[in-house]
């Protein structure tokens, strides 16, 4: 054995003891999870052990690796009562933002990775997807409604610049006169304006920033490579002055972290011309639970309690209830009352008077290229 790395069979170590596992802080400068723990899936868990010769002091800090992956169809599908479109499209897997709280980050286990670091450092890029998308468009079959991106992982995360893959799923969109919409934290969004205006014309695109914090330390603490609060309120301003549809999302309220900017974050954001807004509630599913406790431990720990409690209030003392129309807004004395602020500052800053309506009239079937579908685009 090296010293590094400690193999012992048997699920993660419980949320307790995570504090055994927590990385060196300089090794995860600019990262969001404090520990890397093992996946629900993997027989092992592995833990940083020191056998005395200052082994650990030798590992590297965590960069950001890409891999490329390679699926056979790019559409996903769902049929959740409680969400505003059925199908999505995430050109990546994992995100770079490490936004602590982010409710994909479960989804690393079943690539044998850790929901903690690996999701925001070992990521996969899918560059296919322009193509894919053109031709499952193109299958006779298809009926076309409105696509969401960012469902997942940020279409607009830090490796988009290189990979411009949420660029040409966009272009591809735009030929097909196909209706999208976008749920992002980076100003990066504004890199395809000349795209997203020109949809926007035809009622085909409309774009929401999540906006979790005005305040800039919180908001680095919690989403350490999203874009600032500002930049993403100057976002909402660019984009509703050329014409898109722009939205802010509350998300996610965090009880006792926070709930109290609400107000706040609704006002600025209806200043800089968005039209709808929207909110959640903290989610912690699986690993989330674990994660975000480690989080609230090296942050907030006079906190940690408070903010457990709360949180289980809203799930009916859970820690989180996944039920269809609870799931995003709770239920309980604390969930009525950040529903009713969250209706009165909308109705003070005339927000939701009017939503933004995609249409699927402009649709165009692309020209399926290659192979038998060529008989289908004559």
């Not at 549809?245 to 006002?267: G, H, Q």
């Not at 799931?327 to 933004?356: D, M, V």
Request: charged share 30%; net charge positive.
């Amino acid at each position: 054995m090296d010293g590094r790395l400690d193999d012992t069979r048997g699920p993660a170590p419980v949320a307790d003891d995570a504090h055994d596992l927590n990385i060196e802080r300089e090794r995860r400068r600019g990262r969001g999870s404090v520990t890397n723990a093992s996946g629900r899936f993997e027989p092992l868990a592995k833990m940083p052990f020191d056998d005395g010769w200052q082994s650990l002091d030798e590992l590297p800090a965590f960069k950001t690796y890409v891999q490329v992956e390679k699926p056979r169809r790019i559409i996903t599908r769902n049929q959740s009562p409680d969400l505003g479109f059925d199908r999505s499209i995430n050109p990546y897997r994992g995100c770079e933002h490490g936004c602590i709280y982010c409710y994909a980050r479960p989804t690393h286990a079943f690539q044998g990775l850790s929901p903690g670091l690996d999701f925001e450092t070992r990521l996969f890029v899918k560059p296919d997807a322009p193509e894919l998308l053109a031709r499952e468009l193109a299958a006779p079959g298809y009926e076309p409604r409105m696509i969401a991106l960012g469902t997942n992982t940020d279409p607009y995360q830090p490796i988009e610049k290189q990979w411009q893959v949420t660029r040409r799923i966009l272009e591809v969109l735009r030929d097909a006169g196909h209706p999208v919409g976008i749920v992002t934290k980076s100003a990066l969004v504004l890199r395809d304006l000349d795209i997203l205006s020109d949809m926007a014309r035809k009622n085909l695109a409309k774009v929401a920033l999540s906006v979790t914090s005005l305040d800039h330390r919180l908001a680095r603490a919690m989403e350490p490579r999203a874009s600032t609060p500002q930049r993403r309120l100057e976002a909402i301003r660019k984009l509703a002055a050329a014409g898109v549809p722009a939205a802010v999302l509350v998300a996610p309220i965090v009880p006792a972290i926070n709930d109290a900017e609400i107000e706040r974050i609704l006002d600025a954001a209806a200043a800089a011309g968005a039209s709808e807004a929207g909110y959640i509630m903290l989610r912690m599913p699986l690993e989330i639970k674990d994660l975000f406790r480690e989080w609230l431990r090296e942050h907030f720990p006079d906190k940690l309690d408070h903010v457990i409690a709360l949180v289980r209030d809203l799930h009916g003392g859970k820690d989180y209830d996944p039920t269809f129309g609870k799931r995003q807004t709770g239920t309980g004395p604390y969930a009525w009352s950040i529903g009713r602020r969250f209706e009165l500052a909308c109705k003070r800053l005339g927000l939701n008077q009017r939503r933004a309506r995609l249409t699927s009239a402009h649709f165009k079937r692309p020209r399926a290229v290659g192979g038998q579908l060529d008989l289908f685009a004559a």
